[in-house]
Every structure is written in structure tokens, then in C-alpha cells.
């Protein structure tokens, strides 16, 4: 399996610009915390490397989630360790009501339009599963809910329950209580294989993605002097490299590496996405990423959910991408670009401004320091 991260909203004039998804993780008045604008653009780079696994003239680029599951990982250590009041609610207030509106919108169009869609359909079962973060198989066999991109967000929410139960415990340690967490819960999927659709979904390995992020963010916090040494030029090529190498083999493994089926599947990609998270955080300060790419990185989140649906649309109702002809390649370019300027007015009109309604109504407001 594969799943996403999410965006950071950008800069106001209230608060800064978070490297993760959430506005405000620092209380107003302190101290702005370093920008991780690398961070940013490797988020816009996986956001988009997603996009291509749903072309089927290219069907790769799922691995683009794994990238995601490490960063998030990395940042949700990150953002705690500077702020971690209302952990909990502040992820809820971040991730459902875009979720929830994506989820509602496809449920309609399958009242409405079914023949838009592949496999979903307007089950009110289906649709209450799916708005709280229920895993279920759909009659098609497929385990996904109405919006389908939003199994990744399942995943998403049990390890922020996670890290806020280790938070709970110690905010020191939480990272490292997480990670035992979470390396006990994969540990019992793997010794008892249950039958249980919700059961066998989150104690799936891939869980442990996350922890592989939780272990960047400590590496980066005691490497971060060295990391900064290293040449860019290096850090290019590493990250390049590593990029070319998961692109080779997310559609399976070649005969030729066959040997490499004994690394877990975990800790296979999930290293790979922590040797391409360290080599973007060496870059930081070292370029200066187009405003573009950062404003993708702020969208990624709505990126990620809704591209397909304008994928499928292009598909469908203009030009064909099940076969490579010079036209689709085309209309595919002008496809990602849709997508991202979709993306972007999602996160400005919605994603955003609901955010901070729900922080302001819902969260106390932090005082201001003189």
C-alpha cells in the first residue's frame, strides 16, 4: 500500500508559514521556527509523482505516498516538539473538513452521475464508513472509501491517535514512545495475521513509515550542522537517484534484483523515502525554490485527493490517456497543471480559511508576547 501526507498552509500575517498541515502550530507571539522550505518541495514533487500513477499510459508514481508517510512522520515530530497543545484537535480541524467535503461530493455525484465514476457508489453504509475512517471492502473487492484516495488519510489518522497518546504519556519521549507504538502494533499484524478487515488494515507494516519519518526528524535534529555540509551537487544526485530507482520499480520488483524481495516492504521504500527526506532537508538554504512549487507544497493535500477526479474527467471527456500518443502527453501536461491550480484554489478558499475558523471558534487564544 501507499498513502499521502498532507499541506501546509501558507504564511499570514497572523501566523507562519508551518512546514506541515496545520496553521499556528506555534503560538502567536513566539518565536517563528525555521521554514523548512525543502520540506515544501518535496512535498509538491511527491503530490505531483502521484498524479502520474493514475495515467494508466504510465501508471507509476505510487510510491510518490510513501514519500508522504515519511514526511509526515517527520513533521508531525517536528511541529510537537515546538507547540503540542490540542495535538489532536488541531490534526481533526486540518484533515476532516476537506476530507468530509471530498467525500460528500463524490457520494453525490454517485446519486447523481454514476457513470463518472469506477467503482463507487452511493451506499449510505459505505458513506458513514468512510467519513469516520472505517476500512471496508466495496462490492468491486476494492478496500478504499468513497473517496477513494482516502484510505492514506486512515493511515494518517491512527498514527496522529498514536502520537497523541504518546504525547499524553511524555511530550519528551513522544517520538520514541510513537515509534515503539507503532513497531508493537505492526509486530502483532505480522505474527497474527487476522482476518478482520479493519484489524488487518491498520496493522498493515506500512504503518511504519511513520516511524521512519519520526526517526528523520532525530537524525536531523543531531546531524543538521553536518547535513548543512553537505554538497549540493551530492544531495542532487542522492536524492535524483533514489527518486529514478523507486520510479524503476513501483509497478514490482524486476527479476534482476529479485534478491531484494527479502527487505521488507516497509523499510524498503520507507528507506528510500528517508534517504530522499534527508538529502532535500541538506538543501535547505541552499536554493531557492520557485514560489510556485512552495505554493504546490502548501496545496499538496488537495493535490493529492482530488487529481484523479480531473484526471478521469480529461480522460473521459476530452483526450484519451490509456494509450502514449503525442496528444495525450500533451493534454496530460496541461492536465498536472490543472490539477495544481485546482489544488491551490482549494487550499485558499477551503482549506485554509476552514482551518482557522475551526482554531478561532474552538481553540483558546494564545496571548500575545510584549
Not at 102 to 131: C, H, M, Q, Y
Not at 136 to 150: D, N
Not at 263 to 284: K, N, V
Request: charged share 15%.
Amino acid at each position: 500500500m501507499n498513502s499521502v501526507g498532507e499541506a501546509s498552509p501558507e504564511r499570514s500575517a497572523v501566523e507562519p508559514r508551518s512546514p506541515h498541515i496545520a496553521t499556528g502550530d506555534v503560538p502567536i507571539g513566539k518565536t517563528r521556527p525555521l521554514e523548512l522550505q525543502s520540506i515544501q518541495a518535496l512535498r509538491a514533487l511527491a503530490a505531483t509523482t502521484v498524479i502520474f500513477a493514475h495515467v494508466p499510459f504510465i501508471s507509476r508514481g505510487g510510491f510518490g505516498v510513501n514519500i508522504f508517510f515519511v514526511i509526515s512522520g517527520f513533521i508531525i515530530c517536528y511541529i510537537s516538539s515546538l507547540n503540542p497543545s490540542h495535538f489532536w484537535l488541531k490534526r481533526i480541524f486540518r484533515i476532516v473538513p476537506l476530507y468530509w467535503m471530498g467525500t460528500l461530493g463524490v457520494f453525490l455525484i454517485a446519486l447523481i452521475a454514476p457513470r463518472l465514476l469506477n467503482s463507487t457508489t452511493s451506499r449510505p453504509d459505505e458513506l458513514l464508513k468512510s467519513l469516520f475512517f472505517i476500512p471496508f471492502v466495496k462490492e468491486s473487492g476494492r478496500m478504499a472509501p468513497v473517496l477513494f484516495l482516502g484510505w492514506t488519510l486512515e493511515y494518517e489518522m491512527f498514527f496522529y491517535l498514536v502520537f497523541a497518546a504518546a504525547l499524553a504519556i511524555n511530550k519528551k519521549m513522544a517520538g520514541w514512545i510513537a515509534i515503539l507504538a507503532l513497531a508493537l502494533v505492526a509486530a502483532a499484524g505480522h505474527i497474527a495475521h487476522p482476518r478482520s478487515t479493519f484489524l488487518s488494515f491498520y496493522l498493515d507494516p506500512i504503518i511504519m513509515e511513520f516511524a521512519l519519518g519520526i526517526l528523520a526528524f532525530y537524525a536531523w535534529k543531531s546531524w543538521r550542522p553536518r547535513l548543512a555540509r553537505v554538497p549540493l551537487i551530492l544531495a542532487v544526485l542522492v536524492s535524483l537517484g533514489c527518486y529514478t530507482f523507486f520510479f524503476w520499480i513501483d509497478r514490482g520488483i524486476p527479476p534482476s534484483i529479485h534478491f531484494m524481495k527479502i527487505i521488507p516492504g516497509f523499510l524498503f521504500q520507507g528507506g528510500l523515502g528517508f534517504i530522499i527526506l534527508m538529502a532535500f532537508l541538506s538543501m535547505e538554504g541552499k536554493i531557492a525554490f520557485p514560489r510556485w512549487v512552495l505554493a504546490v507544497g502548501d496545496a499538496s493535500y488537495s493535490l493529492y485527493l482530488f487529481h484523479p477526479y480531473v484526471v478521469q474527467l480529461v480522460s473521459k471527456k476530452i483526450v484519451p490517456f490509456t494509450v502514449l500518443t503525442p496528444m495525450a502527453v500533451v493534454a496530460l501536461i496541461g492536465t498536472v497543471g490543472l490539477c495544481c491550480l485546482f489544488a491551490i484554489a482549494s487550499f485558499k478558499l477551503f482549506e485554509r480559511p476552514s482551518n482557522e475558523f475551526l482554531r478561532r471558534t474552538f481553540l483558546p487564544s494564545p496571548k500575545r508576547i510584549a
